[in-house]
Every structure is written in structure tokens, then in C-alpha cells.
């Protein structure tokens, strides 16, 4: 029985590399493919696939009905929502990039799905909401990130209460090198060279910035329901190791592969059997050396922000979480400088007054008021 996936976000990297994943492999039919709005791509996707759905967010004049025999073609912000939570979906794959997950994420699980989730910021958002949604409807939350991917596997069959420490490793980015007076010059184009992943615009930059790695603590901490002072990051360049479970005994149990993002995705899909990812074996005789160094705290502010932020809880993670999406999308333009997206997150966080155990809606708004926030200051207006 083949199982029915669908991809949320499927013109996206991470959407392509799993259709790339799921063509080479006979098990899987794509139920529904979702996109914010590539249009183009995703009606070649579905040419070829053959879902019996998809979606459009926010679609083009003339592609309400795109003509393609057999597919029910949906529109609107809402769509992903309904795809989400299809009764005929074994598993979900949520590759939607920033807070836009949220409602998609919550959809899945109130309808007692496997997600395979490849979105950081839903969880950093309202990991507590979430989680107590998914236990409440007998949800499923596989992770996709290689990081947490790979403590996913690392922890099976162990006791949770066995574990002394994760330790989450981190490629450094592009400027793990670079001094404090160097970083003042990046250009987007330097800060989009990410030395060992293919990945989108926005992660790309908070890898550089190293956000990705404070954004990845907090999604741990609710993933794993582990306390932040048993989560350590850690630079590991090579990206051969994509992370470590140590256990009170002094075992370190390491998950390594080549850095491909295709195969924790097949097996965040095929969970809890494993596919053939079509992925080249790590070998071990030519891999050389494996270095690990401590992260430089100092060098790369927005770290320590997202770890305030996840400490602090309520709605501070979101605020900390949209500010760094304005602030990044905003470098991305070129109206500011790389330093320059920590210091609109703080100025966010400093103003922000934290709401304990938010509901959606005011998990939102301090979103929105976050976002209002960092245009604010980055045009002028009360900066």
C-alpha cells in the first residue's frame, strides 16, 4: 500500500528535494502540492505527479481552473489548511517557509496526522500550543531538519530520561572565520554562499547569522520536552555529523551521513520503516577528519537573542521570530546592513511585553506587532 503524501511548500527546496526523493521511489503517491506563488512550478509539478489536489495561496489572474484532468485546484490562504488536514493524507509534509505554518501545522494535527515538519519557526512560535494539540487529537511530529532529524533517530529506543545532553551541530556559515570588523562589509550575495547546504534565501541568511542554530535550541527544547540547559550547540564544519544524543552513562550516540537533505526527508516520510532516499553512502575511509569547535556567542548576537527568547516563553518567541523575518527580509532588499538584523530583533524584544501561555490569536498579534515594529524603526518612524 503506497503511502499518500502531502507537500506543503513543494516549489520550495525542501519540497523539491522530497518530489526528487519520492520520484525514485515506488511507495509513496502525492496526494496534494501546495505553493505560496509559483505558479508555473507548481502546474509542471502536477503534470508530472498527478496529485489529486493543489494549491495556490496567492494565485495569478487566469489560474483558478489550470486545466489539468482529474485535479481539484484550490486558492487562497486558507487552502493549506484544507490540505492539511485531507482524511485521505498519511503524511504531511510541512516545508512552508516562516510563520506562515502555523495554521497549516495546527490544521494537520487537529486532524490526528503524521507530519514530517521542515518548518522551524511554527514550533519556536507555539510549540506549547502545538504539542498540547497534537497529544490532545494523537497527532504525530516526525522533524525534518537534519539536526533534529538526526536526534530523532539517535533517541530511538532509548529512555528519554537516560539523556544527559543534545548536542546540535552547526556548519558555523559562511563567517565563522570572519572578525567582528569583517562582518560589518557582508554583502547579500557573500551571505547567500552557504558552504555546505542548498537551502532557501531565508535560512541561508540566519545560518549566516546563526539565528538558524538559536531557532533549532528552542524547536528542540519543545520537540524533545528537554530542558534549554541540556541543549548544546556545537561547530562542527564538515557537516557530517548532523547531530548527538549523549546519555548519562557517557555514551554519545551521533547520527552521520553526507549533507543531503533528501534523506532525513524520506525518512521523516517513510517513519518508521526506512526508504531509499537515493542518497550516496558516507564513506568513511575518505571522510578524513572531523572537527568540533565551541560557537563564538560574541560574534553572532542573534544566537543568544532567540535563546533569551525561548527561555522568557509566552509570546516572546514569536515576537523574537517575526522581528528576525522583517529584519532578515529587509537585508535581503538591502535597506540594512548584516549586523544590523540583530539589532532590530532586540529592539523588538525590548519593547515587547510577553503574554505567559498565549492562545493563537495573541500569539499572532505579537507577531504582527513585532513586524509593525521593525518597519517602524528600519524607515525612521520612532526609531
Known amino acids: ?29 502525492v496526494l496534494a502540492l501546495s505553493a505560496y506563488a509559483s505558479a508555473d512550478i507548481l502546474l509542471r509539478q502536477a503534470a508530472e505527479f498527478k496529485p489529486k489536489y493543489a494549491a495556490l495561496c496567492s494565485p495569478a489572474p487566469g489560474l483558478l481552473n489550470p486545466g489539468i484532468r482529474g485535479l481539484k485546484f484550490l486558492t487562497g490562504e486558507k487552502s493549506q489548511e484544507e490540505l492539511a488536514s485531507l482524511p485521505e493524507a498519511d503524511v504531511v509534509l510541512i516545508s512552508i517557509t ?50 533534529h532529524n538526526a536526534m530523532f533517530q539517535a533517541m530511538a529506543g532509548n529512555n528519554p530520561d537516560e539523556i544527559r545532553k543534545l548536542h546540535i551541530t552547526a556548519s558555523g556559515g559562511p563567517f565563522k572565520n570572519y572578525t567582528r570588523a569583517m562582518l560589518d562589509k557582508i554583502t547579500v550575495e ?44 556545537i561547530i562542527h564544519p564538515q557537516s557530517i555529523v ?16 553526507v549533507p543531503d537533505m533528501t534523506l532525513p526527508i524520506m525518512y521523516a516520510l517513510s517513519y518508521p520503516k526506512r526508504a531509499d532516499s537515493a542518497v550516496a553512502g558516507l564513506d568513511l575511509k575518505k571522510t578524513g577528519r572531523l572537527d568540533f569547535f565551541p560557537v563564538d556567542f560574541g560574534k553572532f548576537p542573534a544566537f543568544s537573542l532567540a535563546i533569551e527568547a525561548g527561555r522568557a516563553g509566552g509570546t516572546m518567541p514569536a515576537c523574537m521570530n517575526a522581528a528576525n523575518e522583517e529584519a532578515v527580509k529587509n537585508f535581503l532588499e538591502r535597506r540594512i546592513k548584516f549586523v544590523k538584523i540583530p539589532y532590530y530583533i532586540e529592539m523588538a524584544m525590548r519593547r515587547h511585553k510577553t503574554v505567559k501561555n498565549p492562545g493563537l490569536a495573541e500569539i499572532l498579534e505579537a507577531d504582527r506587532e513585532a513586524r509593525v515594529k521593525v518597519k517602524s524603526l528600519i524607515s525612521g518612524a520612532g526609531a
Do not use: C
Open 190 to 233: 557573500q551571505a547567500l554562499k552557504h558552504p555546505t547546504w542548498k537551502m532557501g534565501k531565508k535560512i541561508t541568511i540566519d545560518s549566516a547569522t546563526l539565528m538558524n542554530k538559536g531557532l533549532e535550541v528552542i524547536e528542540a527544547h519543545h520537540l524533545f520536552s528537554m530542558p534549554y540547559e541540556k541543549i548544546d550547540v
Open 1 to 29: 500500500m503506497k503511502k499518500n503524501v502531502v507537500i506543503l511548500g513543494s516549489t520550495g527546496s525542501i519540497g523539491v528535494s522530497a518530489l526528487n526523493g519520492i520520484r525514485k521511489n515506488p511507495g509513496f503517491n
Open 98 to 147: 516562516g510563520a506562515a505554518a502555523i495554521k497549516p501545522l495546527l490544521a494537520a494535527v487537529r486532524a490526528g496526522k503524521r507530519v514530517a515538519l521542515a518548518n522551524k519557526e511554527a514550533l519556536v512560535m507555539a510549540g506549547g500550543l502545538i504539542k498540547k494539540e497534537a497529544k490532545r487529537h494523537g497527532a504525530e511530529i516526525i522533524p525534518v531538519d537534519s539536526e
Open 242 to 257: 548532523h547531530s548527538m544524543v549523549e546519555y548519562v552513562d557517557g555514551s554519545i550516540i551521533a547520527q552521520m551521513s
